[in-house]
């Protein structure tokens, strides 16, 4: 590694845990509907909104009606995107007179982008019209992510209230979500990412003749705004099909890093928010800790991995240097090992690389990051919400050894609690094993795989973990524009965020209705080394009890053969 | 937590004293538990406990593979993983019935005394039937003669009568009961040895507290308690997905253009699925609620005896639970210019009469400092207590020996307060503030000094209370004292606050101010104006000999009246909790080690190069599936006596005893498998089983 590795590196970290705790706390204030310096401006539109929609935002809901109120809203996004993919001719802003998405693809599309999967079957500047892209593809972006904001802060209050019977108000959340959490950030960003040479345009694809004489099209498009929430929303979608690799998508060492540490500043910001609603910041730090110690071992796995040269190459005539195949060149292999482990770490699933061509165990990592659940920082709101839940089993497992009924910041555990909890545990194996499981019985479904043995396994389960966990990224290879797929991809993606969101939200409202115990010595402590090694293992051996076996017949097998 | 004097209750002392001691020796439970280990296996018996049924239904499973044999799987090692997947729910069903047979000993000498019980029972037109006592249901009204046993629980509502209690209780001295007043309760299968009595019955039959009894410790019938029915469901959650992870290798097996033997598969899930705790969990609950038995102590369910263990608060009676029931004599002071000598004199003569615990109290303290001339009853006169007196003494050799409150006495011999001489007076005072009473001895009209009487601490609680305060328990004294009183003694007692001048409505009010904040109270009581602070509590514990409405707005009775167990039964609710949460932790630790032991066995057929994650260098793959196995079903037999003893839980904060414990059982989770599959690898091996 080169000093301007090491210099990546730092940069990116300050970048996101500096502006946390403030960014944290700006997130409470405005889920709470008080007082920040952006209400000047903003007040009135989301006043305006609320007159517009008849939402009182001061009305809360049940636990029950805020959930109705997330399905509906996700349901009506889902139906509207599913008819703008289908009949894009038909619709304006379709400058290259594409077609409608085949109806199984355009399923999948949709789903993937309600859920915040962002999985794309389709490649965007071939497939997809401008107003396909903003009025279709970015609104999900903005709001998928609104909506993980609001079932993390249903959540927070959910284990901060009392006796309380109530979460707060869906629309209110949704709005304050979108309109303060995530548009000036996002037009920051967009801003930046024109002044690097990202595209906003309207205008038509280009023609060029190419110094061979070839004919060539650019495709252009209104790409700067998509990417910033794509990367700031942890949705990943990108706006051309080779995502962040692509030279409009990600056209300098600068946007370079402004886009990879968007990937994760919402997410640990979030983790401050959740400790300003439980009035203990500690909590925050702890699971600060140990995201980051898992960050930390993953993305120092996969840097390691990735610097090993392949041992085929084995020989005193090659040169060893880290290999550089399917990387992006402009960024090297730091800069595109460090975004895939944040890629996947985070649920967003852009990639500035193929992962297709990572070394097995960098490889193993980026699913390993999703197999547990997307908790390492995560999607906007649903990385905390499903690290809250990893907290929650750390404690009932280990918190009946200190002699009481486990609490958790003295809510108690009890059997309808565990119960939602096992759901929740239960997401994952569905998704990822019994889903891959068919497929890999399935002769056609076989068919897509592009590589022989372990790796062509690897990549039929890095395709149904990415879309169980909701992250979207692609390991390439896999031909997965097929009807199996794309239906197949969809229920895992709709499983795994309905089989979170759900139990979660059920899970908040039976919280709050408890009462809080007192925290004293007797408490279970889960702040301090010990909680978070508590936590860091729980973590590890439930992902990794799950997994192993499936990752030893895949990169774990791909690595020992290629004789690493 | 290490308990002073009381924790010997703890060990089976009752036990001796009972009429027939139940036999609940290892040596004589083994043989029973044996036979029903395989009484046991009967499914619908084991589904209470889902994980070992998966266990039976993959120990039937492979039994049949058995004669169907795989070309991987010599037929030798297919019949061994059977035989020890059927050891594996034997084990399990042997401790539920151990832990049982426990129980079950103790409630089966107390059973035999009520076979064939009959009741005199009023009828409608108020004369008398004689009906059995298993017909009795709740309201109805039987006379109970000397020499009869009490027919079922109830309340006196006419008569007067003693009762031996022994075969409940344990104590062979006998009681009395009475209508009205705090000794009203009675309890079935208790014999009456004098009068008669005329009982209102309170129980149905199943209700009683023999019944709740033997429920408590009868596997199949038993309640599960609420942390149970999480942890279980979280265990079958966890067999959940370890099906689900070891079902679908096939498939992944089969697009590596391999085939997994099923019977390693079965092996796998086996090993995976929480065994160790879903083999143990019943026999954890019984032996912690046998625990409680054998203290005496009856718990109307076992969520109760949970509940005891996450209390915040302990409210304390102060008398009887924190001090003896009467205050001592501790200290004399003689008035200036009277010998030491003559108050002692003094203060024995006006003492010897006076048959009240306190009087009793300073003839033992004079006569244990100095043998001074007693003269017989005979010789003297006794002046008893009057209420227009209020003082006691004796007229003796035409002397008048008189003692009493400051103010009796004080105007006895006509003295104003005022007038006391000073050094008197000083020590008067001394003794209020300090919490103690003070009392005057005067004789033939002249004042000899003061007796200093106080509430005497038990011994030992003060530690006691400090090491609920390490748990984060807090003691709260209860007591009709006034604050002052009340301060001095807490403050010697060591308890963390006082509730001074309680009456009933202002212990229940504390009840609830502390339940909104979120605290569990527990407490305990006896009287009938107790009842409903006993019922509000979280875990209120009544007194055996109290009334009727106290033990059934209870949710704990003691059957010794001894109110220190609230402290006993808090410390078993806590050891149930650990006992769970260490043998979870340790089960599920351990599959790290059986991973790597099964996993390169596995696909030794599909990816032999996945040979290098046998760390553990097992000899074959047969063999090493086999060590997994056995490993798996002699850890449930290693941990039984942990699980019927119990995890001891010191005086430590939370933290210190989960850093404890997760060193024990985490971390000794991930280790013992390694060394303990390994030896049996070796073991089978040696013995060329594999």
């Known amino acids: 590694m080169h000093s301007y590795d090491y210099a990546l590196i730092l940069a990116f970290f300050v970048l996101v845990l500096l502006p946390a705790p403030w960014l944290g706390r700006f997130y409470y204030k405005v889920m709470e509907g008080q007082r920040t310096w952006l209400t000047p401006v903003l007040g009135p539109v989301e006043k305006l909104c609320y007159r517009v929609a008849g939402v009182d935002p001061s009305s809360e809901q049940s636990w029950q009606k805020y959930t109705l109120a997330l399905l509906a809203f996700n349901l009506a996004g889902f139906v509207i995107l599913f008819a703008i993919l289908l009949f894009q001719q038909y619709l304006p802003l379709n400058p290259q007179q594409l077609p409608g998405q085949e109806w199984t693809l355009a399923f999948n599309t949709a789903v993937s982008f309600v859920t915040n999967t962002n999985w794309q079957s389709y490649s965007g500047e071939a497939s997809l019209s401008d107003f396909s892209q903003m009025a279709g593809l970015t609104v999900q972006n903005f709001v998928s992510a609104a909506t993980g904001l609001a079932v993390l802060v249903a959540l927070c209050r959910g284990i901060g209230r009392r006796s309380a019977q109530t979460l707060g108000n869906f629309w209110a959340d949704m709005t304050r979500a979108t309109l303060y959490g995530l548009l000036p950030l996002c037009l920051v960003l967009a801003l930046f990412l024109v002044w690097q040479g990202v595209p906003q345009t309207f205008a038509h694809y280009v023609n060029a003749v190419t110094m061979q004489g070839v004919d060539q099209v650019i495709p252009l498009g209104p790409a700067a705004s998509q990417i910033a929430i794509k990367q700031l929303g942890t949705n990943g979608g990108g706006f051309f099909g080779v995502n962040s690799a692509h030279p409009f998508e990600n056209p300098s060492a600068w946007s370079n890093l402004f886009e990879l540490a968007s990937i994760i500043l919402i997410p640990v910001a979030l983790v401050f928010t959740f400790g300003h609603y439980v009035k203990d910041l500690r909590q925050s730090r702890a699971i600060i800790a140990c995201m980051l110690a898992l960050f930390l071992i993953g993305g120092g796995t996969a840097l390691y991995a990735e610097y090993q040269p392949n041992p085929a190459l084995n020989s005193p005539l090659v040169q060893h240097t880290a290999p550089l195949e399917g990387k992006e060149t402009r960024f090297g292999t730091t800069g595109t090992v460090l975004w895939a482990e944040t890629t996947t770490a985070a649920s967003n699933g852009s990639v500035n690389g193929m992962h297709d061509s990572l070394n097995p165990m960098s490889g193993m990592v980026a699913l390993v990051n999703m197999m547990v659940g997307e908790v390492i920082f995560g999607g906007v709101g649903a990385g905390l919400y499903g690290m809250l839940l990893n907290v929650l089993i750390a404690v009932f497992l280990a918190g009946l050894m200190i002699g009481r009924t486990p609490e958790y910041l003295g809510k108690k555990l009890q059997a309808k609690e565990v119960q939602l909890l096992v759901v929740t545990l239960l997401v994952m194996p569905v998704g990822v094993l019994v889903l891959a499981a068919i497929a890999s019985v399935l002769p056609s479904a076989v068919a897509a795989v592009s590589n022989p043995g372990p790796h062509g396994f690897s990549q039929i389960l890095y395709a149904f973990t990415s879309a169980s966990a909701n992250n979207g990224s692609a390991f390439g290879g896999l031909s997965a524009n097929t009807p199996f797929y794309n239906l197949m991809l969809s229920l895992g993606m709709l499983l795994g965020r309905f089989g979170y969101i759900l139990p979660v939200l059920a899970l908040a409202g039976s919280l709050a209705m408890k009462k809080t115990a007192p925290i004293g010595q007797n408490t279970f402590p889960t702040h301090g080394p010990l909680f978070v090694a508590l936590l860091t293992v729980t973590i590890l051996l439930v992902g990794g009890l799950t997994f192993l076996p499936t990752l030893a017949l895949g990169p774990i097998a791909e690595q020992l053969t290629l004789g690493f | ?690």
């Open chain 2, 1 to 690: 937590m290490t308990m002073p004097a009381p924790v010997s209750t703890l060990t089976p002392t009752p036990d001796a004293k009972a009429p027939e001691s139940p036999k609940t020796a290892f040596a004589d439970l083994w043989r029973p538990a044996l036979l029903q280990a395989f009484v046991k296996l009967d499914p619908r018996q084991l589904k209470r406990s889902p994980v070992m049924l998966v266990v039976e239904l993959t120990a039937i499973f492979t039994t049949i593979l058995c004669v169907m044999p795989e070309p991987a799987v010599p037929t030798g090692v297919a019949v061994q993983i059977a035989l020890w997947l059927w050891f594996t729910v034997l084990f399990a069903n042997f401790a539920e019935a151990l832990a049982e047979g426990r129980g079950k000993a103790r409630a089966d000498s107390l059973k035999a005394g009520s076979v064939g019980l009959s009741a005199r029972r009023r009828t409608s037109t108020g004369g008398y039937e004689i009906v059995p006592a298993t017909r009795l249901r709740k309201g109805d009204v039987v006379r109970v003669e000397a020499g009869e046993m009490i027919p079922g629980d109830g309340e006196v509502i006419e008569g007067i009568a003693a009762v031996n209690e022994a075969a409940i209780t344990g104590e062979s001295a006998p009681v009395i009961r009475e209508s009205g007043g705090d000794r009203s309760a009675v309890t079935g299968n208790t014999r009456l040895v004098s009068d008669w009595l005329v009982v209102r019955i309170s129980a149905n039959p199943g209700e009683s507290t023999l019944d709740r009894m033997i429920a408590l410790v009868e596997g199949a019938k038993r309640q599960k308690t609420p942390n149970e029915v999480a942890l279980d469901i979280l265990l079958i959650g966890l067999t959940l997905i370890f099906l689900i992870v070891v079902v679908t290798l096939q498939p992944f097996a089969y697009y590596a253009a391999g085939s997994l033997p099923m019977v390693f598969l079965v092996a796998l899930l086996v090993t995976l699925i929480p065994t160790t705790i879903g083999g143990l969990l019943s026999a954890i609950g019984i032996a912690g609620m046998d625990r409680l038995v054998r203290l005496n102590v009856i718990a109307k369910s076992g969520r109760a005896v949970e509940a005891a263990g996450d209390v915040h608060v302990l409210m304390l009676d102060k008398t009887g639970t924190i001090t003896f029931g009467n205050r001592r004599c501790t200290a004399l002071y003689a008035s200036p210019g009277v010998t030491a000598k003559e108050l002692a004199e003094g203060a024995l003569l006006a003492s010897l009469a006076d048959e009240t615990a306190e009087g009793k109290s300073i003839v033992e303290f004079i006569r244990a400092a100095q043998t001074l001339p007693e003269p017989p009853a005979s010789d003297f006169n006794a002046v008893p207590f009057t209420a227009e007196t209020r003082l006691s003494g004796i007229d003796f050799n035409g002397r008048v020996y008189r003692k009493g409150a400051v103010d009796s006495v004080l105007a006895f011999v006509g003295l104003k307060r005022s007038e006391v001489l000073p050094a008197l007076s000083r020590e008067i005072d001394k003794i209020a503030q300090s919490g103690g009473t003070p009392l005057l001895v005067c004789a033939q009209g002249r004042l000899l000094g003061a007796i200093h009487l106080k509430d005497v601490v038990k011994p030992g609680i003060r530690e006691r209370f400090a090491e609920l305060r390490k748990l984060g328990i807090r003691t709260v004294m209860v007591t009709g004292d006034n604050p002052l009183t009340a301060a001095a003694i807490a403050a010697e007692a060591g308890v963390d606050d006082v509730l001074a001048e309680a009456t009933p409505e202002k212990k229940l009010a504390r009840i609830r101010h502390e339940q909104n904040d979120g605290r569990l109270v527990a407490m305990c009581g006896d009287g009938a104006n107790d009842a409903p602070a006993l019922a509000q509590a979280d875990v209120g514990m009544a007194m055996n000999d109290g009334t009727q409405a106290a033990r059934e707005a209870a949710n704990m009775v003691d059957l010794d009246s001894d109110p220190t167990k609230l402290l006993d039964v808090v410390q078993i609710g806590k050891e149930l909790l650990v006992t769970r949460g260490a043998l979870t932790t340790f089960s599920i630790a351990n599959d790290v080690a059986k991973y790597f032991a099964i996993l390169p066995a596995l696909f030794a057929s599909v990816y032999p190069q996945l040979g290098v994650l046998n760390v553990m260098h097992l000899n074959s793959p047969q063999s090493a599936i086999l060590s997994a196995i056995v490993f798996n079903a002699l850890i449930i037999v290693v941990l039984i006596p942990l699980a019927l003893r119990g995890v001891r839980v010191q005086a430590a904060s939370a933290a210190h005893l989960l850093r404890r414990n997760l060193l024990i059982y985490g971390v000794g989770g991930l280790v013992v498998p390694f060394i303990g599959i390994k030896l049996i690898d070796m073991l089978l091996t040696a013995l060329h089983l594999v």
